[in-house]
């Protein structure tokens, strides 16, 4: 089924034709240019027209519920856009110019094919709420903690292996869903959240917890079906360097990683380069560390119901620090 856009042109604030079994929307309707509410959901839609760029007064777009495969690039050009929905599509990416969205709020992603986030998603510093669970990211891009104004992040069920450490800067998150992944690590600093009332960790493969985590005052918590040490590996992971200044290949490495130096090329040494893959992060100063640093274990009671190992990771046994985790 297809729409007539003549037929709807006196139109001006919003309009639904969600449940309607559309398979395609007309190139015009863009010319219903005093639009602020278009709703869409609930079709058989595959793509959307490019002239839906034009609808600069659009404020919420929700096309959830559909079978997309791909959002145009003219998607960037909604500079009033507030709520943006596209839930259970069959998207495998996002354009680029979705970092163009200044004003957007609320990002609903969830159920899709996305294998990544476009680095440009780091531009939405108005985004309060962004649910993207349920797809195939292995990860979230570096620059994610400028999203400051983030309240709510759903990326659970996902293929996640790591958390970018600027995670910790998206300082008003209150809930995170990072439940159902693959997850070994969580950022060292996530201590830093102190709005954060509601986190979820079940289901990945997390040994232990950093140790900023005591510090957060949470409502809700579940970690259930993780790969916990006990406290007698625990007491097994507790050690300090015996040398008194860190081996030349450790400096070389903190300084490549410290300096965003291209690792991964054949001019560097062979064990130089898997060290640089796979490197830890200091507790206190969020430095990098790779054999030489200092990890002190201990259980704690984390949100009343768990009692679990955390890790205090120290790039230098000569850090001062105020005591254990």
Same mark, same amino acid.
């Given at each position: 089924?297809?729409?007539? +856009?003549?037929?709807?042109? $006196?139109?001006?604030?919003?309009?639904?034709?969600?449940?309607?079994?559309?398979?395609?929307?007309?190139?015009?309707?863009?010319? #219903?240019?005093?639009?602020?509410?278009?709703?869409?959901?609930?079709?058989?839609?595959?793509?959307?027209? @490019?002239?839906?760029?034009? !609808?600069?007064?659009?404020?919420?777009?929700?096309?959830?519920?559909?079978?997309? %495969?791909?959002?145009?690039?003219?998607?960037?050009?909604?500079? /009033?856009?507030?709520?943006?929905?596209?839930?259970?599509? $069959?998207?495998?990416?996002?354009?680029?110019?979705?970092? &163009?969205?200044?004003?957007?709020?609320?990002?609903?992603?969830?159920?899709?094919?996305?294998?990544?986030?476009?680095?440009?998603? $780091?531009?939405?510093?108005?985004? /309060?709420?962004?649910?993207?669970?349920?797809? &195939?990211? /292995?990860?979230?891009?570096?620059?994610?903690?400028?999203?400051?104004? #983030?309240?709510?992040?759903?990326?659970?069920?996902? %293929?996640?292996?790591?958390?970018?450490?600027?995670?910790?800067?998206?300082?008003? *998150?209150? &809930?995170?869903?990072?439940?159902?992944?693959?997850?070994?690590?969580?950022?060292?600093?996530?201590?830093?959240?102190?709005?954060?009332?509601?986190?979820?960790?079940?289901?990945?493969?997390?040994?232990?917890?950093?140790?900023?985590?005591?510090?957060?005052? *949470?409502?809700?918590?579940?970690?259930?079906?993780?790969?916990?040490? @006990?406290?007698?590996?625990?007491?097994?992971?507790?050690?300090?360097?015996?040398?008194?200044?860190?081996?030349?290949?450790? !400096?070389?490495?903190?300084?490549?990683?410290d300096s965003n130096l291209e690792w991964d090329t054949p001019s560097l040494p062979t064990s130089l380069r898997e060290m640089l893959s796979s490197p830890g992060r200091c507790s206190v100063c %969020?430095?990098?560390?790779?054999?030489?640093?200092?990890?002190?274990?201990?259980?704690?009671? +984390?949100?009343?119901?768990?009692?679990?190992?955390?890790? !205090?990771?120290? $790039?230098?046994?000569?850090?001062?620090?105020?005591?254990?985790?």
């Amino acid at each position: 089924m297809s729409i007539d +856009v003549s037929v709807i042109m $006196c139109v001006q604030v919003s309009l639904n034709l969600s449940n309607n079994r559309l398979s395609s929307v007309p190139e015009d309707l863009g010319a #219903l240019s005093s639009l602020r509410e278009l709703f869409l959901q609930y079709n058989t839609l595959t793509h959307l027209p @490019d002239s839906i760029g034009d !609808l600069h007064h659009l404020t919420e777009l929700d096309v959830k519920n559909n079978q997309l %495969e791909e959002i145009p690039a003219s998607i960037g050009r909604l500079r /009033k856009l507030v709520v943006l929905n596209v839930t259970n599509n $069959c998207l495998p990416s996002l354009p680029t110019s979705i970092g &163009r969205l200044a004003g957007l709020e609320e990002l609903g992603l969830h159920s899709n094919q996305l294998t990544e986030l476009p680095d440009e998603i $780091c531009n939405l510093t108005s985004l /309060k709420v962004m649910y993207g669970g349920e797809n &195939r990211l /292995k990860g979230l891009p570096v620059r994610f903690g400028r999203l400051t104004q #983030l309240q709510e992040l759903d990326v659970s069920g996902c %293929e996640l292996e790591t958390l970018p450490q600027s995670l910790s800067r998206c300082v008003s *998150l209150i &809930r995170l869903w990072l439940s159902n992944n693959r997850l070994q690590t969580l950022p060292v600093h996530i201590g830093d959240l102190q709005q954060l009332k509601e986190l979820h960790v079940r289901n990945n493969r997390l040994c232990y917890l950093p140790a900023s985590v005591d510090t957060l005052h *949470l409502y809700t918590f579940t970690a259930q079906n993780n790969r916990f040490v @006990d406290e007698v590996t625990a007491s097994e992971m507790c050690y300090a360097p015996t040398e008194g200044v860190a081996p030349l290949m450790e !400096l070389a490495a903190r300084a490549a990683l410290d300096s965003n130096l291209e690792w991964d090329t054949p001019s560097l040494p062979t064990s130089l380069r898997e060290m640089l893959s796979s490197p830890g992060r200091c507790s206190v100063c %969020e430095g990098p560390f790779f054999n030489y640093n200092s990890s002190v274990v201990t259980f704690k009671t +984390v949100g009343v119901f768990y009692r679990l190992p955390l890790c !205090l990771s120290l $790039c230098t046994p000569r850090i001062e620090h105020s005591g254990q985790p």
